[in-house]
């Protein structure tokens, strides 16, 4: 896990209007949330692994499932994580293999992070901040 130092940590938004603003730019909820904090991931590539961008967030007003929701924005980070080699080995398809990765949980979920990866994670967070702030 590589932390990023960034503006947008401790900025307070309407989980609504982030998820209106994200979405489209490939970013989910992850798969991690309770009712009081979750995370916004993009997966940015596939690679020995999966590198995503996390976004973490806390609920400031309400809770995450509540319609009017506000969160406040944690430090966001870049982590990679490695799943097992086995079946998916036999399934070179990119849809079949995330099917099969989607019901298994990482060997490595903090998994050494691709030096390509870390800058190309800096300069998505610093898109994020000019589309936020």
Known sequence: MIPVTSDLENKV??????????????????????????????????????????????????????????VRLGQPFILTHVFQAGVEDHADNGVIQGMINQFQSPVDKDAEVPEKYVEKGKRLIEQLEHLLL
């Open 13 to 70: 938004f309407p989980l609504y209007e982030l998820e209106k603003q994200l979405k489209p730019l490939g970013y989910v909820i992850g798969g991690n949330w309770d009712f009081n904090e979750g995370s916004l991931d993009y997966r940015m590539s596939d690679e020995d692994g999966y590198q995503f961008i996390r976004l973490p967030f806390k609920a400031e007003e309400g809770m995450l499932d509540s319609p009017g929701a506000i």
